[in-house]
């Protein structure tokens, strides 16, 4: 099969970006009428197939092989191969959707991470997530639909992104599903454990740590009574629920740089590749920033708890991340990871899927030490 030039493009129905390299659109893709595709970036692997249910626009995403995105917006982000997502998408930059990963229709998402079989519902809002869980398609974490995750508080800051599941363990793909319950909705920044069950139609509020458990969430109290947007509780959780989930972006990235390099098959994988390590970077910067900005919002909130007679053990520890955020913020940016010398020299034996799934016990437990290290080593920078 011929590689199509732009104005062949042009007389099918889609239009294609002056500043696309058309070369990085496979021969056999399948591009329907309606579709236009932008970005310098782009890259869309064989076998994939856009707007069979309604226009797609395309920019700067990176897609691999037999990614299906049937229509919507999608803007810098990245899908691996068997990735597919309904219409009425809304997927913009830091999203990054690993193999067979996949969401129905109406679904929104922004600096979220999927691995591997994840799969959202419809009528979904899902931003700076990540999600792990589940072994194959038929066994799979689930966002059920009409699901939230609450990524903007009353003191106007995004320290939020919550982690259900987590990398080191998640990446071996042989970890129990976590499934949300419909119509409910989960406050960042949270976690929740493997095997985890959120019940339908409730509002998690709350960690959830321990493994198969189902959390069934309180409906609060109806009431008025007096708040102050600004003043912080529970600071220490907010820190540390956020230097895991850096940890864990740093430790995927890690996977990525020494893993993943060794199924890049061709152009389009290396696009894939690239673009994934593109987007975890972009996650990194958005996490430290946000949680920068909250280090300074908490010079306001314990000034107004020592005026009001607030714990002087949440003063202390909001205080304490105050001064202490100029060198946390360097010590963050300046982290680096021993890659581990057995996973770099991995012989793939099919595809990524079932190499990683049948890799011998010792070695992902040796793997998810490693990963897990690098997740420690995180969280240690702040003992507040």
């Given at each position: ?283 990194l910067k958005e996490r430290i920033k946000r949680l920068g900005d909250v280090a300074v919002k908490f010079e306001k909130s314990f000034q107004t708890l020592e005026k009001s007679g607030g714990a002087q053990a949440e003063i202390e520890t909001q205080k304490q991340f105050n001064a202490d955020w100029p060198a946390l913020k360097e010590k963050l ?21 079932e190499t990683i799934q049948s890799l011998e016990p010792a070695a992902k437990e040796a793997g998810r030490e490693w990963l897990q290290s690098i997740v420690d080593e995180t969280e240690q920078v702040w003992n507040g």
């Amino acid at each position: 099969m011929t590689q199509r030039t732009k104005s062949e493009w042009q007389t099918a129905g889609v239009y294609i970006g002056d500043e696309v390299d058309s070369s990085r659109i496979a021969a056999d893709a399948i591009l329907l009428p309606g579709c236009r595709i932008q970005g310098s970036e782009t890259s869309i692997g064989p076998e994939c197939q856009l707007g069979s249910e309604a226009p797609v626009i395309l920019e700067n995403c990176q897609l691999g092989r037999n990614v299906d995105l049937k229509g919507g917006y999608y803007s810098g982000a990245v899908f691996f191969d068997g990735a597919n997502m309904g219409s009425g998408a809304h997927i913009r930059a830091g999203t990054i959707l690993e193999e067979e990963a996949n969401g129905a229709h109406t679904v929104g998402l922004k600096q979220a991470v999927f691995l591997p079989f994840v799969t959202a519902g419809s009528l979904i809002n899902f931003c700076d997530v990540l999600m792990a869980g589940g072994t194959s398609r038929r066994d799979h974490s689930e966002i059920g639909s009409a699901y939230v995750h609450f990524n903007f508080t009353p003191h106007q800051d995004k320290a939020t992104a919550s982690l259900l599941g987590d990398v080191p363990s998640g990446v071996f793909l042989n970890q129990k599903p976590i499934f949300l319950g419909g119509q409910g909705g989960l406050v960042g920044p949270s976690r929740i454990a493997y095997g985890c069950v959120i019940a339908a139609g409730g509002i998690c509020r709350k960690d959830v740590l321990k493994e198969d458990q189902l959390h069934i969430p309180i409906v609060p109290k109806a009431g008025t009574g007096p708040y102050k947007t600004g003043v912080y509780s529970r600071a220490n959780r907010l820190i540390q629920n956020n230097l895991t989930y850096i940890g864990n972006i740093f430790a995927l990235r890690e996977w990525y740089r020494n893993v993943r390099p060794l199924f890049v098959r061709d152009a389009f994988d290396q696009a894939v590749l690239d673009g994934g390590l593109k987007n975890l970077d972009l996650i990194l910067k958005e996490r430290i920033k946000r949680l920068g900005d909250v280090a300074v919002k908490f010079e306001k909130s314990f000034q107004t708890l020592e005026k009001s007679g607030g714990a002087q053990a949440e003063i202390e520890t909001q205080k304490q991340f105050n001064a202490d955020w100029p060198a946390l913020k360097e010590k963050l940016e300046s982290l680096g990871f021993q890659p581990l010398e057995r996973f770099q020299t991995l012989e793939p034996a099919g595809t990524y899927i079932e190499t990683i799934q049948s890799l011998e016990p010792a070695a992902k437990e040796a793997g998810r030490e490693w990963l897990q290290s690098i997740v420690d080593e995180t969280e240690q920078v702040w003992n507040g």
